[in-house]
């Protein structure tokens, strides 16, 4: 059947970001098709992403946030758009839901050729005593949204219980408003995606604008009195709220598939095809409530992201309208980032910590320097880590953290993963180079420059320092620096780099030895130097400015 020029009879269960692309692109598609969206809530299409920024009010619009509404897609796209509107039932067999009017709580059956089903994902609440008060709130829709912003205005104090991106973003904005804030987080770091040292920048500036961090504890209880809600902590700790934020991740609506007996993933996701199809093909499914390949492994993965909730809604719609023409849904990256203050932090692929806890082969390496050329005025400083594979070189994901230019340092790594690229690849990549935007040599080069340099064997790494009296520690910074930012570490010997030649008569040759800088750059100078004199020599990568805790031991190589 030519699905372009049929009455195919299409029905999408959920809006926003997957639902909404897959109407109008089929739309797009078919003039003759009869396409049905239906949507729980009020809200048909709106920008959840937004949500934080007009609560703290950087987004002063609310209507800004409503990328479409019930009237204007009937309107651009003819469309029958049924909001408040529940799906209780799918009938495979039949091809058919049941759906339940929110206004009259009249039943009826719909008919449907294809199913798309984007459902999304609700905010996980912990079921712990006293978390139904209403001062304790979620931010998922535009309803969320706007009571939060309603009970912000008169509280003081607020916890934020959980620091992932919404957390951290949240946080920030209730910041912006004069607020008092705690964020709370169970993991030892904040943006647990994210490998702990590249969050240090982060967590410094949450500190630096009053945000109290709270990590490594979680909350246990919540006490409510007329006065306030005191949320009482594992730790024994307590903090005093007038309105709490939970945030500590989402769940998939999945229970629509589930009792039609789709195929889900062990996490509850709907596990989907690279056309998006599920264990049934007419029905599709897209968003945050599915499980789609890695790009990386292959694997399934659950990623809740609108970038590729948007792009999986399009190619949905493609598939049916154009079976034999759509390319396949490549898989998902997991690209993200998030703005806290002046700080910007981001992934994209694997990180270390993920690529450890799987047991698979990595190389890394962190670099720093500055978001453009460092004599241009404006500089600001940047980190880089990036991730590979050692057998074969190729890119396995990156994260960035600095004051500018970490969307522009991701955005290139993430393509360098989509197009298959190694570390060399990278160093010989040629981006834009003006004083004002970048630098002859990119930060993206030199991370390609070192991990080179590590596969060739020119440079030993390591992350942290070394046990007390396992190795020399090298300092070779310039004295003054060395004396206000001292190394946190035992018996540290400084020679600066251009004194290194003459006085390498004091350190030991038979004892290995750790190089310590401000970037990492100096230091790999320096082990240099010392490895073709016969000396034993690692460098902490990332040096003492970047994002590398240095204060924890580790093993070192010994040769």
């Given at each position: 059947m030519d699905s372009t020029s049929s009455s195919l009879r299409l029905v999408i269960v959920g809006g926003v970001a997957a639902g909404a692309s897959a109407a109008a692109?089929?739309?797009?598609?078919?003039?003759?098709?009869?396409?049905?969206l239906l949507e729980r809530g009020p809200d048909v299409s709106f920008a959840n992403c937004g949500l934080p920024y007009h609560v703290g009010g950087e987004i002063a619009d609310r209507a800004a946030l409503a990328v479409q509404t019930p009237q204007t897609l009937k309107a651009l796209l003819n469309i029958d758009v049924r909001t408040n509107t529940e799906v209780l039932e799918i009938d495979r067999p039949s091809k058919r839901v049941r759906i339940r009017n929110g206004a009259t709580a009249e039943l009826e059956w719909l008919p449907y050729d294809k199913l798309v089903l984007a459902t999304g994902a609700a905010p996980v609440k912990p079921v712990l005593p006293g978390a139904d008060d209403p001062r304790i709130h979620t931010l998922?829709?535009?309803?969320?949204?706007?009571?939060?912003?309603?009970?912000?205005?008169?509280?003081?104090?607020?916890?934020?219980i959980g620091a992932g991106f919404i957390g951290l973003e949240v946080a920030e904005q209730l910041?912006?408003?004069?607020?008092?804030?705690?964020?709370?987080?169970?993991?030892?770091q904040v943006l647990p995606l994210l490998d702990g040292s590249m969050t240090n920048l982060v967590r410094d500036e949450l500190r630096r604008h009053g945000v109290e961090v709270i990590l490594s504890d979680s909350v246990s209880r919540f006490d409510p009195s007329p006065s306030s809600l005191v949320c009482r902590l594992g730790s024994g700790r307590t903090i005093e709220a007038d309105l709490v934020v939970m945030s500590v991740g989402i769940r998939p609506e999945s229970a629509l598939a589930r009792a039609a007996g789709l195929v889900l993933g062990p996490r509850g996701h709907i596990r989907v095809d690279r056309y998006l199809?599920?264990?049934?093909?007419?029905?599709?499914?897209?968003?945050?409530?599915?499980?789609?390949?890695?790009?990386?492994?292959?694997?399934?993965?659950?990623?809740?992201?609108?970038?590729?909730?948007?792009?999986?809604?399009?190619?949905?719609?493609?598939?049916?309208?154009?079976?034999?023409?759509?390319?396949?849904?490549l898989g998902t990256l997991g690209t993200a980032i998030v703005r806290v203050f002046d700080v910007a932090a981001g992934l994209t692929g694997w990180s270390e910590k993920r690529l450890a806890a799987a047991g698979r082969p990595f190389e890394a390496v962190v670099v720093n320097d500055n978001q453009h050329a460092g004599y241009f005025p404006g500089a600001k400083p940047l980190a880089l880590k990036l991730v590979w594979d050692p057998q074969t070189g190729r890119v396995l994901g990156a994260q960035a953290a600095g004051l500018d230019g970490v969307d522009k340092r991701l955005d290139v790594i993430a393509t360098a993963i989509m197009?298959?690229?190694?570390?060399?690849?990278?160093a010989q990549l040629e981006l834009s180079y003006a004083p004002p935007f970048g630098a002859a040599k990119d930060i993206v080069n030199?991370?390609?420059?070192?991990?080179?340099?590590?596969r060739d064997?020119?440079?030993?790494?390591?992350?942290?320092?070394?046990?007390?009296?396992?190795a020399q520690v090298l300092d070779v910074r310039p004295k003054p620096l060395a004396k206000a930012y001292p190394v946190p570490a035992e018996g540290v010997l400084n020679i600066p780099l251009a004194e290194l030649r003459g006085r390498?008569?004091?350190?030991?040759?038979?004892?290995?030895?750790?190089?310590?800088?401000?970037?990492?750059?100096?230091?790999?100078?320096?082990?240099?130097?010392?490895?073709?004199?016969?000396?034993?020599?690692?460098?902490?990568?990332?040096g003492m400015r970047g994002s590398i805790d240095p204060r924890s031991p580790a093993k070192l190589p010994t040769a």
């Open positions: 692109r089929a739309r797009r598609l078919s003039e003759n098709a009869s396409i049905t998922r829709s535009l309803a969320d949204m706007d009571r939060l912003k309603r009970f912000a205005e008169q509280a003081e104090r607020i916890a934020v910041n912006r408003l004069g607020k008092r804030v705690a964020i709370v987080e169970l993991q030892d199809r599920t264990s049934d093909p007419d029905v599709y499914a897209a968003g945050d409530a599915v499980e789609t390949e890695d790009f990386v492994t292959g694997e399934f993965v659950a990623v809740a992201l609108g970038g590729p909730a948007n792009r999986q809604g399009r190619l949905a719609a493609d598939h049916i309208f154009r079976p034999g023409q759509t390319k396949p849904y197009g298959g690229l190694t570390i060399d690849d990278l030199l991370a390609g420059f070192a991990a080179c340099n590590i064997g020119l440079l030993k790494a390591v992350d942290r320092l070394p046990a007390p009296g396992s390498m008569g004091e350190l030991d040759a038979g004892r290995p030895v750790v190089t310590v800088c401000a970037l990492g750059k100096t230091a790999y100078f320096a082990a240099r130097v010392l490895s073709q004199r016969g000396f034993r020599v690692s460098s902490l990568t990332g």
